[in-house]
């Protein structure tokens, strides 16, 4: 239906975009924000709750089992279920996109903790280390890369998510395919869909980064 | 015997669930500088009673001593700084370098930094590595390398014990080889009290001063030095976990050196004919060896002599395998039974000393 609506017009109308910088940047900021505070603040959240479900063992399967109801909550009803309560706000937004991180990063972290060959650890206890310690010295370092792994699914699944947040004003780069579906402009649908698109590449990226320099042994393979 | 370095008493260890101990009772003392191997069959308890020696298992009952120290008084990771430990699949550090890993114990100690660097250069040595593997990864190491970190590392601090859980129990045949040789040329240089657990009882009586054999259920069947334990085996038991070829086992642990040589049916270059003849009726065989002083020309059939004027020093067959008094028994027994003449011959060197026939070695171990 919306393809029939948007025929005849050009595929991009690249005047419409050099007008349109300064909002384009706008979309951008806010989009990189609202990204990237969710990330942040599910992480801290994900960490908090792995530090208890690692503990307290018992509390692992109920965590993951209320994370994993978020998760399954589809976006637009979640966002009309908080309105009421919090308003068409960044809030409302960031309550909806951080509750979507919290299944993954735990997951990754939790697993990535306990992923410590039993040989490493049973060296280690050997040698002499305290619980502390291999706890900060190895589990930590040795679950770097599962963790990454985590933020980077994470990160790519909440830029796509924010575009979501535009029904409740919002939204990013959200806003333009908002309001290009509203308008039938095809320019306006296309840039908020590929800008999106490149953001989460470029993120995906700068993580694989992270990881590269924070745990270089993982990449390292045996010779022949 | 002086004070042993480890000394266990009525040890025993229950597991939580289980009806009956895992090691019931053992009392064990492993004598400074000596290495011990704990050998049997599987649920023995070797692995256990080794793992109580640094507290990764706590004992249910029994005392176990280290140096002087009562273990169970003392605070475990302080303990375990003191006993160089080594295990199976190595529990190398992944995300550390081979340097880092092998600084790993003086770190804990707070060593400073410089010494550090020093003793992790002097231990890449000792276990013959690189120096420039000290940047690398483990992953990046063969097994065999991996494991000669493990032992590296296990030395770093320079404990004055050392325990070993089959730790070349993953790697190939050729390299085990290989790093038992090592292990035994290191301890020759460090002397340390090693614990060494094992299932496998060659492994056993080539490494061990002196091997302790275990049954289910941690009970010791017999200790004591290897060549006493194959010369007069305490029980049924233990006689039929030694294998049916003792004999043979016996053998690899006598070397050459320690037996006279006979000089066998040597004739000189230029000798009579019929001396040779003389010579071989008196060794009763059908051929003679040549030699001119310390060197050893060859054999050959008494019948190729006929027609000859005198003992030829040249044109004679070669013993295939010549051998070095460092050399045992069972390897002498083996060119015996490999070789035409029936006989072994004794080299230091190029230096011909004697030969060694089956009656001869037979002789060691049935007297």
């Given amino acids: 239906m919306i393809v029939a609506q948007l025929e005849g017009q050009p595929f991009i109308r690249w005047d419409w975009v050099w007008d349109h910088l300064d909002e384009i940047w706008q979309r951008t900021v806010e989009h990189v924000t609202l990204t990237g505070v969710a990330v942040i603040v599910g992480f801290g959240m994900s960490l908090l709750l792995s530090i208890v479900a690692l503990r307290y063992r018992r509390t692992y399967t109920p965590i993951t ?74 589990q930590v370092p040795l679950a770097v890369p599962v963790i990454v792994a985590g933020l980077r699914v994470a ?18 780069y959200g806003a333009f395919i908002d309001r290009g579906l509203g308008r039938n402009f095809a320019t306006e649908i296309l840039v908020g869909t590929v800008l999106s698109i490149i953001l989460a590449m470029l993120l995906d990226y700068a993580l694989v980064r992270v990881e590269r320099r924070a745990a270089p042994w993982a990449r390292r393979q045996v010779p022949s | 015997m002086s004070d042993p370095m480890i000394r266990l008493q009525n040890v025993s260890k229950t597991f939580p669930g289980s009806e009956t101990p895992a090691v019931g009772d053992l009392s064990l003392s492993v004598p400074e500088g000596e290495i011990v191997v704990l050998v049997g069959p599987s649920g023995c308890g070797k692995t256990t009673t080794l793992k109580m020696i640094n507290r990764i298992i706590e004992p249910t009952s029994g005392s176990i001593e280290v140096a ?4 169970v008084d003392t605070e475990p990771h302080i303990l375990r700084r003191k006993i160089g430990y080594v ?61 000669r970190v493990g032992v590296a590392r296990a030395l770093a601090a320079d404990p004055p ?54 049954n289910v259920g941690g ?7 290897p060549e006493e334990i194959l010369r007069n085996p305490a029980n049924d038991f233990v006689a039929e976990f030694l294998g049916t070829d003792r004999g043979l086992k016996r053998l690899s642990l006598i070397p050459i050196r320690d037996v006279a040589l006979d000089t066998g049916p040597v004739v000189a270059p230029g000798d009579p004919i019929a001396a040779a003849h003389h010579v071989a009726e008196r060794y009763g065989v059908d051929w003679i060896a040549v030699r001119s002083r310390n060197h050893l020309h060859g054999w050959l059939p008494l019948d190729d002599l006929a027609g000859m004027d005198s003992v030829p020093g040249e044109g004679l067959m070669h013993f295939k395998t010549s051998l070095s008094v460092d050399a045992s028994l069972k390897e002498a027994l083996d ?19 004697g030969m060694l026939t089956a009656e001869k070695i037979s002789e060691e171990i049935v007297q």
């Fill in chain 2, 161 to 214: 014990v050392l325990l070993m859980d089959e730790p070349f129990g993953a790697v190939d045949p050729i390299v085990r080889t290989r790093l038992q040789d090592e292990l035994l040329g290191l301890q020759e240089r460090v002397k340390k009290t090693i614990v060494f657990v094992t299932h496998d009882i060659d492994e056993a009586i080539q490494l061990g001063d002196r091997v302790a054999i275990l």
């Fill in chain 2, 219 to 225: 009970v010791l069947e017999q200790f004591g030095p």
């Fill in chain 2, 68 to 71: 002087g120290i009562n273990a």
């Fill in chain 1, 155 to 172: 990160s790519v699944t909440t830029v796509g998510l924010v575009t979501v947040t535009s029904l409740i004003g919002q939204g990013g």
């Fill in chain 2, 335 to 353: 060119a015996v039974v490999s070789s035409h003449t029936r006989v072994a011959a004794v080299f230091d060197g190029d230096r011909y000393l």
């Fill in chain 1, 65 to 138: 089992w209320v994370t994993g109801v978020f998760y399954t909550i589809p976006s637009i009803a979640l966002f009309a279920f908080l309105v009421p309560i919090t308003g068409l706000s960044i809030l409302t937004a960031e309550i909806g996109l951080v509750s979507y991180t919290l299944l993954i990063l735990i997951r990754n972290i939790v697993a990535g903790i306990n992923g410590t060959p039993a040989s490493v650890r049973e060296a280690a206890v050997g040698m002499g280390y305290t619980d502390r310690r291999i706890l900060w010295e190895i």
């Fill in chain 2, 87 to 147: 295990i199976q699949q190595t529990g190398l550090f992944p995300h550390r370098t081979i340097g880092q890993n092998i600084a790993t114990v003086p770190r804990l100690l707070g060593w400073d930094k410089r010494a550090t660097e020093e003793r992790v250069v002097e231990l890449i040595d000792l276990v013959g590595l690189e120096q420039e593997m000290a940047n690398r990864y483990p992953a990046e190491l063969s097994g065999g390398q991996q494991q």
